[in-house]
Nanobody
């Protein structure tokens, strides 16, 4: 059974930083596309960043230059470093992996206060 567990969310002030983690189990992590998505209240879920099995990275325009996605295949873990946070970044952040099937984590709340 595949499980994705996010951690690292919380409350931070404008301009602050957080580091999110996504721990995967039950799947060969090195062979999948992994990504972070987020959903703010009243809005659709949107892409934050994705990283392919070979390390190709794509960011949303709103996060490029501020957020950094990375993965540690040996530890079956993906990370998202969030810097220069602002109120527009307040959302539930979800871990996603795509291989033969697609899986989602339960989400971790990030709240940016002014």
């Amino acid at each position: 059974q595949v499980q994705l567990v996010e951690s690292g969310g919380g409350l931070v002030q404008t301009g602050g930083s957080l580091r999110l983690s996504c721990a995967a189990s039950g799947i060969t992590f090195s062979g999948v596309v992994a990504g972070w998505y987020r959903q703010a209240p009243g809005k659709q879920r949107e892409l934050v960043a994705i990283i392919s099995a070979s390390g190709y990275i794509r960011y949303a325009d709103s996060t490029r230059g501020r957020f950094t996605i990375s993965r540690d295949n040996a530890k079956n873990t993906m990370f998202l470093q969030l810097n220069s946070l602002n109120s527009e970044d307040t959302a539930v952040y979800y871990c996603n992996i795509r291989g033969p099937r697609e899986y989602w984590g339960q989400g971790t709340q990030v709240t940016v206060s002014s």
